[in-house]
């Protein structure tokens, strides 16, 4: 008897090649293998670097660079172009309605942002951002995380510095209350000899 998470695997997996009911075994194979190469593992990386890539061309909410509109540009009409081919692909070589209208969906929401990425192009032509402008001051020191600014061993060399001058401070009020016993353990002696 098999165990139920094998069981559970083995019937996503014939859920999967069900798109691909309309094919010869062969093209169904191949198909499954490009389908999970590409979208699974290319989609988990897509979406891991995605944010990292859009910020670091300056396509963020605050798009203020000069440069910014043509990367929009350019990003869409190649994810126009990508997702134009593999509809073509799933119409042609897989006959599978199911990927082809998921690719014509995508393309469709690609065009329309390209339109509007042409758009921004242009208002940004008309009315360009002053010379120089940044979105972050040059100054700006970027934060380790959104709870801390300095990194783990930035904040313990503060803490330890802190802990010493505490350590100190204590250091030298002990030292004050010895002298205060002493001297008064030092009167005591002197006014029981008397």
Do not use: N
């Not at 997996?13 to 979208?39: I, M, N, P, Q, S």
């Not at 959104?146 to 802990?163: I, M, N």
């Amino acid at each position: 008897m098999l165990p139920a998470r094998h069981k559970w695997s083995r019937s996503r997996g014939r859920h999967r090649h069900g798109l691909f009911t309309l094919v010869d075994c062969e093209r169904r194979y191949k198909a499954t293998d490009f389908v999970d190469t590409v979208v699974y593992r290319g989609s988990d990386m897509t979406k891991g670097r995605s944010f990292f890539a859009r910020t670091g061309i300056g396509l963020g909410l605050q798009a203020q660079r000069r440069l910014a509109p043509w990367a929009g540009v350019a990003v869409c009409a190649a994810a126009v172009v990508f997702w134009g081919v593999h509809t073509v692909f799933a119409a042609q070589k897989l006959r599978s309605v199911t990927l082809t209208a998921v690719g014509f969906v995508l393309f469709s929401l690609f065009s329309v942002l390209t339109g509007l990425a042409v758009a921004a192009l242009r208002e940004m032509r008309r009315t360009p951002p002053p010379a120089g402008l940044e979105i972050l001051p040059a100054d700006y020191k970027v934060p380790y995380s959104h709870l801390h600014e300095d990194p783990p061993e930035v904040r313990l060399a503060r803490e330890l510095e802190q802990r010493r001058e505490r350590l100190a401070v204590q250091q030298k009020e002990l030292e004050m209350l010895e002298g205060r016993l002493k001297r008064k353990l030092e009167q005591r002696e002197a006014g029981g000899e008397t």
